[in-house]
């Protein structure tokens, strides 16, 4: 499982012209699935981005979680995050998880993560346009 965490000013996802899902201030996160992953996978990587400590204290430190400031996650997602480019020009998602166990694991981790704090969501499989504004920029891959 690969998660692209990005702290956000703000965020949006636009399916077919509509939007899907919305932020303010929080979290922007790309979700990707390999064959190895399972329920087990989500509950560690959830714990994981609730806790992770990438948002300022009072003292400009990256020392507090989405939890502490009470922000919201943008979770959209994206099985590019396995392309695999060693050989040619072409990249290869041979290591993404088939979209049909993808689905399901990814609406295991969004009712896990809804859990936690407001979650906007993108649409599994859909073409979608996100827009983000970046705060630091912040941006951390998380791999399990």
Known sequence: MRVLVQRAKDAKCVVNKKITG??????VIFVGFTETDNKDTIIKMVNKIINLRIFPDENEVMNLSVL???QKILSISQFTLYADTTKGNRPSYIKAMNGTKAKLLYD???KCLG???PLATGV?????EIT???MGPTTILLER
């Open 68 to 70: 502490d400031v009470k």
């Open 124 to 128: 599994f499989g859909a073409n979608m």
């Open 132 to 134: 983000l504004t970046n």
């Open 115 to 117: 859990a936690y704090v």
């Open 22 to 27: 919305e932020i303010d201030q929080g979290l």
């Open 108 to 110: 295991y981790f969004n």
